[in-house]
């Protein structure tokens, strides 16, 4: 199973320059572009490792990483910033990041960072395989979806998106989201593309169930829950 990693970076060269390297090398990479969305993203603590830009829109590195650490999650956090004098390092090395990179960067030396963080983090940390909500239930490994007991079939993407929503379980999900996420997407492509997939998604989970479970929250985006 590949390792998730999370890239919070506004620099859209930067980022498409990680994130492409970094699938190559067999990660799964999600992106946020501010540091309020990094934050949601990161707050299920689903992710092997985070990258992060310290000077962000919406919400300050900084503040991201203490939101985090504050919260318990622990997962580790490189930050990469173009902030290099030696107390920038050690304001970031203080404030409980792991490791601390200055820009420019060498991917490989990035990658190699990131890589010990990881050996370092161990097989103590739990290796996510499955997801379940209510009667909902997905194998990462077999690739298998089932709800109550019935075999629910999956077109690769549509797999990708319900494994999204389910990382993000009883949360919100907006579309800038799901189009990072999910499509790679980091502009708006101005189609409907996720309705699309997302109708699709909610006839093939809810169709025939008890109750819903795919929501569509109005101006906002959608959510995975038990709850309408």
């Not at 998730?4 to 990680?18: G, H, N, P, R, W």
């Not at 572009?33 to 092997?48: C, P, S, V």
């Not at 910033?81 to 060498?106: C, E, I, M, N, W």
């Not at 169709?207 to 985006?221: E, Q, S």
Request: glycine share 8%; aromatic share 6%.
């Amino acid at each position: 199973m590949s390792h998730k990693l999370l890239v919070i970076e506004d620099d859209d060269d930067t980022a498409s320059f990680i994130a492409k390297g970094m699938g190559e090398e067999g990660f799964t990479v999600d992106r946020a572009d501010n540091g309020r969305d990094g934050l949601f993203l990161a707050t299920d603590g689903a992710y092997d490792a985070i990258v992060l830009d310290r000077m962000l829109p919406k919400m300050d590195g900084m503040a991201v990483l203490a939101a985090l650490r504050a919260a318990g999650i622990e997962t580790p956090v490189i930050i990469l910033s173009a902030l290099s004098t030696p107390d920038d390092r050690v304001a970031g090395l203080t404030a409980g990041s792991d490791d601390y990179l200055t820009k420019p960067f060498a991917f490989a030396e990035l990658l190699a960072r990131v890589r010990l963080l990881l050996r370092k983090r161990g097989a103590g940390a739990p290796v996510i395989t499955s997801f379940a909500c209510d009667d909902l239930e997905m194998d990462l490994l077999s690739r298998k979806v089932r709800r109550g007991g019935r075999s629910i079939e999956l077109q690769p993407r549509e797999f990708r998106l319900l494994e999204y929503l389910l990382r993000h379980a009883e949360q919100v999900v907006t579309r800038t989201m799901l189009l990072e996420g999910v499509w790679d997407y980091h502009f708006d492509p101005g189609t409907n593309v996720i309705d699309v997939h997302v109708s699709r998604l909610r006839r093939k989970l809810d169709d025939g169930a008890d109750r819903p479970l795919l929501h569509t929250v109005r101006g906002a985006g959608y959510r995975l829950g038990i709850s309408a």
